[in-house]
């Protein structure tokens, strides 16, 4: 009776987890990414989606590598994709190599133009043209 209970119980919150796995972001208007996925993303990936540009910041000059992926995209991928401009702006700044794709082959403005991150692609077509 106590694992039958313990089961019903875990499949409750795992199922109650799962549904607000995709709801909107208060922040961004965008949609949050996979819990299990989002527990795999580098705290500095991280910091980016958040927004933090000062974390960010402060990491760099820790010596965060710019260019290393995380769940297969960059940390300039992240930024594109959540439409974090001082932070992308900062990571070119910082050597970030924006031809680098995701594990998936995208490349950064692919990713942009997928999230209508329109600052974003914006600031890549101005640095890459």
Do not use: H, W
């Amino acid at each position: 009776m106590r694992k039958t209970i313990l089961a019903i119980t875990l499949v409750g919150v795992l199922m109650s987890t799962g549904l607000m796995a995709n709801e909107k972001s208060n922040e961004n208007d965008t949609y949050t990414t996979d819990l299990v996925l989002k527990a795999e993303i580098s705290t500095f990936c991280k910091a980016i989606i958040k927004g933090d540009i000062a974390l960010v910041k402060g990491m760099i000059e820790a010596g965060e590598n710019v260019n290393k992926k995380s769940v297969g995209m960059t940390p300039a991928l992240f930024a594109a994709r959540y439409n974090r401009v001082e932070i992308l702006e900062l990571l070119i700044e910082s050597g970030a190599n924006l031809k680098i794709k995701s594990k998936s082959g995208l490349t950064i403005k692919q990713v942009a133009e997928s999230a209508n991150a329109e600052k974003a692609l914006a600031l890549i077509e101005k640095v890459m043209s």
